[in-house]
């Protein structure tokens, strides 16, 4: 064989092992690694809040911190995958110094909560229940929002079809948690751009046994009466183009979208922290407060 057939050789086995690499193991392995627990470190409570326990209607215990409401209104806050409340501990000291209520938990396999790995949160509207129906035996919560980084705010999205009480969600860095999700945006059902991500979520299905979640969009148009605020990242594309999906889905007269300029993924509130404090905290004052987006 000349050096010249076995370098064509060599060089077609090393690109099929690349593709293969690339287009079948690496996916795979990540929805291994999403399925997997993720107990990520917790600090103490903020300042004027307290250490609690809920429980999910499939008995998973969530651990959360509280603050409670000095305004009638409380927010869920979530943070996004693989991480924990920690996360999310200078969003809950925004939210407790403009007076609303805040109940923000671990995620089920996240932080200190109990319940089996899911990075994409497929469970994740139990709990959402979970969390807004310890809001609704507080003393003097008269309307509950949700803000969610990430994962997060794909969880709350998720879960407004089937929690009538939640009536505004911030969602910051929401895109997709799911194949449905994924081609919410036009252009996104060809398999060379969805391709390895569907292969991911179908293997996540394979890894925790789990069906995949209502699509957002699908919840969205579920809740008539909530009101949304979508965050995109200036720096992220993807983030304008699935929050444009989800405010198409509501409805421009229930729903907006902040696109903000210079931000990494969920990077608002680092970026800007008080032009962030103002808008998040202005919508759901105006939202919950008022009754008006």
Same mark, same amino acid.
């Given at each position: 064989? @000349? @050096? +010249? !057939? !076995? +370098? =064509? !050789?060599?060089?077609? #086995? /090393? &690109?099929? /092992? $690349? #593709? &293969?690499l690339l287009y079948v193991v690496l996916p795979i392995g990540f929805a291994a690694y999403a399925s997997l627990p993720h107990p990520a470190r917790v600090g103490p409570p903020p300042e004027g809040f307290t250490e609690v326990e809920l429980m $999910?209607?499939?008995? =998973? *215990? &969530?651990? /959360?911190?509280?603050? *409670? @409401?000095?305004?009638?209104a409380a927010i869920v806050l979530i943070h996004g995958a693989t991480d924990s409340r920690e996360g999310v501990r200078g969003h809950a000291g925004m939210l407790r110094d403009a007076g609303f209520g805040v109940l923000a938990p671990d995620l089920r396999g996240h932080g200190k909560s109990g319940g089996r790995g899911n990075a994409f949160g497929w469970e994740g509207t139990r709990d959402v229940r979970a969390a807004v129906a310890y809001l609704e035996t507080q003393d003097g919560v008269r309307t509950i929002g949700g803000l969610g980084l990430s994962l997060g705010g794909e969880v709350l999205l998720g879960a407004l079809n089937t929690t009538p009480s939640l009536v505004a969600v911030a969602a910051d860095g929401a895109t997709h948690r799911c194949t449905a999700d994924l081609l919410a945006v036009p252009g996104r059902d060809g398999i060379l751009r969805s391709g390895v991500t569907r292969l991911m979520y179908a293997a996540t299905g394979v890894f925790t046994g789990e069906e995949p979640p209502v699509p957002i969009v699908e919840s969205i148009a579920g809740a008539p009466n909530a009101r949304l605020l979508l965050v995109a990242a200036g720096e992220v594309p993807d983030e304008t183009a699935y929050g444009t999906a989800f405010v198409e889905a509501a409805g421009p007269m229930r729903a907006e979208l902040w696109t903000v300029p210079g931000a990494s993924h969920t990077g608002a509130f680092r970026l800007d922290p008080e032009g962030y404090r103002t808008r998040v905290t202005g919508f759901f004052q105006s939202a919950l407060l008022t009754g008006k987006v």
């Amino acid at each position: 064989m @000349s @050096s +010249f !057939r !076995r +370098f =064509v !050789r060599i060089a077609g #086995a /090393a &690109l099929a /092992a $690349t #593709a &293969l690499l690339l287009y079948v193991v690496l996916p795979i392995g990540f929805a291994a690694y999403a399925s997997l627990p993720h107990p990520a470190r917790v600090g103490p409570p903020p300042e004027g809040f307290t250490e609690v326990e809920l429980m $999910t209607d499939d008995g =998973v *215990p &969530l651990a /959360a911190w509280f603050a *409670p @409401s000095k305004n009638g209104a409380a927010i869920v806050l979530i943070h996004g995958a693989t991480d924990s409340r920690e996360g999310v501990r200078g969003h809950a000291g925004m939210l407790r110094d403009a007076g609303f209520g805040v109940l923000a938990p671990d995620l089920r396999g996240h932080g200190k909560s109990g319940g089996r790995g899911n990075a994409f949160g497929w469970e994740g509207t139990r709990d959402v229940r979970a969390a807004v129906a310890y809001l609704e035996t507080q003393d003097g919560v008269r309307t509950i929002g949700g803000l969610g980084l990430s994962l997060g705010g794909e969880v709350l999205l998720g879960a407004l079809n089937t929690t009538p009480s939640l009536v505004a969600v911030a969602a910051d860095g929401a895109t997709h948690r799911c194949t449905a999700d994924l081609l919410a945006v036009p252009g996104r059902d060809g398999i060379l751009r969805s391709g390895v991500t569907r292969l991911m979520y179908a293997a996540t299905g394979v890894f925790t046994g789990e069906e995949p979640p209502v699509p957002i969009v699908e919840s969205i148009a579920g809740a008539p009466n909530a009101r949304l605020l979508l965050v995109a990242a200036g720096e992220v594309p993807d983030e304008t183009a699935y929050g444009t999906a989800f405010v198409e889905a509501a409805g421009p007269m229930r729903a907006e979208l902040w696109t903000v300029p210079g931000a990494s993924h969920t990077g608002a509130f680092r970026l800007d922290p008080e032009g962030y404090r103002t808008r998040v905290t202005g919508f759901f004052q105006s939202a919950l407060l008022t009754g008006k987006v």
